[in-house]
């Protein structure tokens, strides 16, 4: 008499064959570290926009705003240069660091720790100095 149909073994089988490519597919993905690179990308465009602004208010008042974070923005927003204060609700913390805020040399850096960034404590740092932003491990201006 022959019997039709699967043996629990051969169903077993596919199961775990299925298991594993699936368990592939997704270290192959990596959920969380897209997730964190959709983030970072605000970062990024926070920064930039901060920095544009910096710029533009450099310009206006040939000195940049005090050295502290709240200070930036306190003077960015008032001047209309950021229309939103960079730090409410973002999840992410910036840093702004001005050395000399007048004159000749005056430069800053602006940077967030992104969370998906190419190294560990990975920064994405612009600096008035170069005009350029990039993905480094410290910031300085």
Excluded: H
Excluded at 32 to 50: F, H, M
Aim: with cysteine; aromatic share 8%; net charge positive.
């Amino acid at each position: 008499m022959i019997k039709k149909g699967f043996t629990l073994i051969e169903l077993l089988i596919t199961i775990a064959i299925i298991g594993i490519l699936s368990a592939a597919v997704l270290v192959g993905i990596n959920p969380i570290q897209k997730l964190n690179q959709a983030n970072d990308s605000k970062a990024k465009s926070d920064v930039g926009q901060a920095a544009t602004a910096l710029q533009s208010y450099f310009t206006s008042n040939q000195a940049y705003p005090a050295t502290t974070l709240n200070a930036m923005n306190t003077a960015l927003t008032g001047s209309g240069d950021l229309t939103a204060n960079m730090t409410a609700g973002t999840g992410y913390t910036y840093t702004y660091t001005c050395t000399t805020c007048s004159g000749t040399g005056a430069a800053f850096a602006l940077y967030s720790t992104l969370k998906a960034g190419a190294a560990t404590n990975s920064l994405w740092c612009f600096r008035s100095a170069t005009g350029t932003t990039a993905d480094v491990t410290s910031c300085a201006p």
